[in-house]
């Protein structure tokens, strides 16, 4: 089993279902506001930088969803320096072992990674917003 750094928006629901999975499969679990965490520009590239720059983005934000912005369109630099700007724009959740870190959940590549034990949901993404109206209730 393993101990997951989880970086969350506190009263996700799609959060609150990552962690569960990763709870019922007896992994330990330090969870971290992703809106308050204190990010530079280094430690968030140690997430982000595998991906492309699209992939950076949470696309259940309501600014992404209105296409104010489009993560398309941006540079790494344009695109970091927003994300730091404004965590509701990470995508989630951010988990990191040891070194090894993983950005959003799909549940192939996490239980893969860490596994999910015999009550592994079928592969798919578990990110976005569970509730019904398709938004949480509050950016913070």
Known sequence: MAHISF?????????ARQKALLLAAHHTLD?????????TEEE?????????????FNRAAPQV???EVV???????AALALLLAQPLLIRRPLMAVGEQRMVGFDTAAVHAWVG???QAPQPGSLEGCAAAAGHCSSPL
């Open 65 to 67: 969803k209105s296409g």
């Open 7 to 15: 970086y969350e928006k506190p009263g996700c629901g799609g959060n």
């Open 71 to 77: 993560p398309e369109s941006l540079s790494a630099d």
């Open 31 to 39: 969870v971290k506001n992703l809106l308050l965490t204190p990010w």
């Open 116 to 118: 999910l034990g015999e």
């Open 44 to 56: 968030l590239l140690l997430f982000l930088s595998p991906l492309a720059v699209p992939d950076w």
